[in-house]
């Protein structure tokens, strides 16, 4: 006896391309697929505590959008308006503003506060099919402010129905105490990770190696520190110049290296070889009106899995709608709508550490699902501000009721 049948779907399972199974059916047991396939090869005999019938929709993986900052305090449309008078992402950085702007406004919250201000964008991804979300610190730069955001994050997962992978990102940009010593910095940063770790809060560590951050040798030092406390790693990395850090993401077989316009061949090469996935984040790159893409066909001919994601925050990228980042990916770096879907599902579980869990429809595999009222796959990286969630499965539970 199966606890949740779905049936009257086609399934994009994202096992081989999109994995087409029409007129399909998937039962749930545990909370896990327990068996899918054509409707018409069911068992016979085959019951379950509650069917649902799903109307002829398509139904996918839910979505993951691995690469957010969405837990802060703080607006900076105000710089918007000045890179839009002529002020650059690095011009406004330098006078005090960019990530600094929003850490003054994130330590003077209290994790309650942050928790409020960031329920409204997560549901706006939830509504888009997001099942796994991941959630970066880095907006409070000191232990307390730190732990503070990762704890709001942990509290998101225990009061939505979304799953929530957190990552320290305490080397995001140096604190003003630290002016001039960055060095000093970095061994404060270091200091923080096992704590956190030993709290439950950290599942992996990023840093933002760049010319604005910190250097290839500071990172280094960080992922060490990951190391020494088990923790995979993954890199902000040559978003804004190379700085070669995705080569030593690379060699520390990091998780994702993320935005990469300024990869290198060499980088390339190197992640190919560690299997280290590549996040792409349109959102950014759109937003700071960026004229430099990530090499796209040279990721591609390499095998470097490629994720996509809103890179939701504040300053670069205050983007709520993962569909969107789809289309975007399409548009300006001309991912496949096969490529983008995969992007979401597939190749970001595999960024998260999660690939045996959840991001494709197999069986045993975390019943995460998205309904969707669409003609095919396809339309998921189409269409522009249109949300064709019909319903959200959690777990073998679904969210609400059909749509």
Known sequence: MWDVL???VHLATMVD?????????IAVKDGRIAWLGPQAALPQGAQAVTVHDGGGSWLTPGLIDCHT?????GNRSDEFEARLNGATY???????GGIMSTVRATRAASEDELLRLSLPRVLSLLAEGVTTLEIKSGYGLT??????????ARRIGRELPVQVVTTFLGAHALPPEFAGRADDYIEEVCAMIAPLAAEG????????CERIGFSREQTERVFKAAQAQGLPVKLHAEQLSDQHGAELTARYKGLSADHLEHLTPAGVAAMAAAGTVAVLLPGAYYFLRDTTPPPVAALREAGVPMAVSTDCNPGTSPMTSLLLAMNMACTLWRLTPREALAGVTTHAARALGLCEQVGSLELGKRADFALWRIARPADLSYAIGLNPCRGVVNAGKLRSPLL
């Open 6 to 8: 779905f049936t009257n």
């Open 17 to 25: 391309g999109y994995g087409e199974v029409r007129d399909a059916a």
């Open 69 to 73: 900052h969405i837990v802060h305090a």
């Open 90 to 96: 690095e011009d406004i950085a330098r006078a005090g």
């Open 143 to 152: 232990r307390a402010s730190e732990a503070n955001m990762l704890r709001a």
């Open 201 to 208: 809060l950290v599942d992996a560590v990023d840093a933002f």
